[in-house]
């Protein structure tokens, strides 16, 4: 009869757990990669004894190295701020801007405040109306829309335009990686349309949208769908384009064996395009999402809509001395929103596809 080493034992299930526990860590590394957490996998991995000088060398330079190189610009602007003098007085420093973000948060707060006083003055008078026998009245908030309100604004005007250029894109890219004569037909429209400025198809979208609505009583306000469609003009080439190259550069043996099977279209481009070209079509939506975000604010800002693009043109009218310091918080927001909207996209394209492009 055999016996069992208890020390042995022991050791084998330390072993097991700690396989276990880099199995999680190694599946986790897949969404932190996604989050722009990366830094995390190491620290973990040398929390749990995995070689900590090799993890340390990985955690260096994913999490110490930009850390460093934000500090440095942190100290930079500082340094560099003070001695820029500009008709609104010096250019605030990194103190400064957190402090208008601060007090644009207790803006935010005390008009919601504001907000909720409003309607519950407007919820009694009705509640008396009633008791007299009267129709209630419908009173609308008037008051400034927060800080919040116009970055929300933004969210989903960007997302309304993307949605829309993404519908009309990928149909259109399919069409034109499948057939060349559809690729003849749009390129010439492609090559003349995509470098257009948002600048100068605003003017034209803006006159079509007012002929066609006469009023802001429809379903989405005027200003929404000006930028909106703007977004779309400006947005939907990335995806067209990386949709076309992505569906042309299908493995021709695929191509033979939807033949030799005799698919239909509908089931060769569901089967077989949107698979194989899925890769190339999150690229071009990537890139479609930072074109439209960038290009909303520039919309914003000339035609006066609701979003962040409006509040940055105001400050800068506004020309007090805070003016300056909230133009920064707006133009930090943007790019942090901007990295964001990336991440989704990116973490989208990792659950429907293969392909490891950060």
């Known amino acids: 009869m055999t016996t069992v080493d208890p020390n042995f034992a022991q050791s084998a299930e330390r072993e097991a757990r700690r396989a276990r526990l880099f199995t999680r860590i190694n599946a986790a590394d897949k969404w932190f990669q996604v989050l722009?957490?990366?830094?995390?996998?190491?620290?973990?991995?040398?929390?749990?004894?995995?070689?900590?000088?090799?993890?340390?060398?990985?955690?260096?330079?994913?999490?110490?190295?930009?850390?460093?190189?934000?500090?440095?610009?942190?100290?930079?602007?500082?340094?560099?701020?003070?001695?820029?003098?500009?008709?609104?007085?010096?250019?605030?420093?990194?103190?400064?801007?957190?402090?208008?973000?601060?007090?644009?948060?207790?803006?935010?707060?005390?008009?919601?405040?504001?907000?909720?006083?409003?309607?519950?003055?407007v919820a009694q008078l009705n509640e008396r109306r009633v008791e007299q026998g009267k129709e209630p009245i419908q009173r609308a908030y008037t008051g400034a829309p927060t800080y919040y309100q116009q970055i929300w604004t933004s969210i989903q005007t960007v997302f309304f335009g993307f949605l829309i250029a993404t519908v009309v894109a990928v149909?259109?890219?399919?069409?034109?990686?499948?057939?060349?004569?559809?690729?003849?037909?749009?390129?010439?429209?492609?090559?003349?349309?995509?470098?257009?400025?948002?600048?100068?198809?605003?003017?034209?979208?803006?006159?079509?949208v007012s002929a066609l609505a006469a009023s802001n009583d429809g379903l989405l306000p005027k200003s929404f769908v000006i930028s909106a469609v703007t977004v779309t003009l400006c947005s939907l080439w990335p995806t067209l384009i990386n949709t076309a190259l992505g569906v042309a550069s299908i493995d021709k043996d695929l191509v033979n064996v939807s033949k030799v099977l005799k698919m239909n279209t509908w089931t060769k481009i569901t089967k077989l395009v949107l698979p194989s070209a899925l890769p190339l079509i999150f690229t071009g939506l990537r890139l479609s999402l930072g074109v439209g975000w960038m290009v909303l604010i520039a919309a914003e800002m000339l035609a006066q809509n609701p979003g962040l693009g409006k509040f940055v043109w105001d400050e800068f009218q506004n020309g007090s001395s805070s003016s300056?310091?909230?133009?920064?918080?707006?133009?930090?927001?943007?790019?942090?929103?901007?990295?964001?909207?990336?991440?989704?996209?990116?973490a989208l394209q990792s659950l429907f596809t293969f392909t490891n492009n950060r």
């Open 36 to 121: 722009g957490l990366a830094w995390l996998t190491p620290l973990l991995k040398a929390a749990a004894g995995d070689n900590p000088r090799a993890q340390m060398k990985d955690i260096w330079r994913l999490l110490a190295v930009p850390l460093l190189a934000i500090c440095a610009f942190l100290l930079l602007w500082a340094t560099l701020a003070p001695k820029v003098q500009t008709s609104l007085g010096a250019v605030p420093g990194p103190a400064q801007v957190w402090q208008e973000t601060v007090n644009l948060h207790k803006d935010a707060m005390a008009k919601g405040e504001a907000k909720a006083e409003f309607n519950a003055k």
């Open 171 to 208: 149909p259109l890219g399919i069409a034109a990686g499948l057939s060349p004569t559809a690729n003849a037909a749009l390129n010439p429209l492609i090559q003349i349309f995509k470098p257009v400025s948002p600048l100068a198809w605003l003017p034209i979208v803006t006159m079509i």
């Open 324 to 346: 300056l310091a909230k133009i920064m918080v707006a133009v930090l927001t943007i790019g942090v929103i901007g990295f964001l909207l990336d991440r989704v996209m990116y």
